[in-house]
């Protein structure tokens, strides 16, 4: 939902990146069913989560990614 949301919100404002930004959400959102679907007993499990999370969303994605779009929202100082 988190995504769709941002991205409706790139898209009111013009976003030229925004297909782009849209294959980003899907690959992150292809990762998350496939570390979903492990199964419950895979010890790793919980290790590739956290680096799915820590690496992939927070660093390459939040950090990275999305920090592209920020100008879109910068406003002038008063």
């Known amino acids: 939902m988190h995504f769709e949301h941002e991205e409706e ?3 009111a404002h ?3 990146r925004l297909e782009e930004h849209r294959r980003i959400h899907d690959g992150l959102l ?3 069913a496939e570390l979903r679907a492990m199964p ?3 010890s790793s499990g ?3 989560i956290i680096e799915f999370l820590a690496r992939d969303v927070v660093v390459r ?5 999305d ?3 920020y100008s879109l929202f910068a406003t002038a100082p008063d």
Do not use: S
């Not at 994605?61 to 990614?65: E, R, S």
């Open 40 to 42: 419950a007993g895979d």
């Open 9 to 11: 919100i790139l898209a």
């Open 30 to 32: 292809r990762r998350a």
């Open 14 to 16: 013009g976003y030229p």
């Open 61 to 65: 994605h939040m950090i990275g990614a």
């Open 46 to 48: 919980p290790t590739r």
């Open 67 to 69: 920090r592209q779009y």
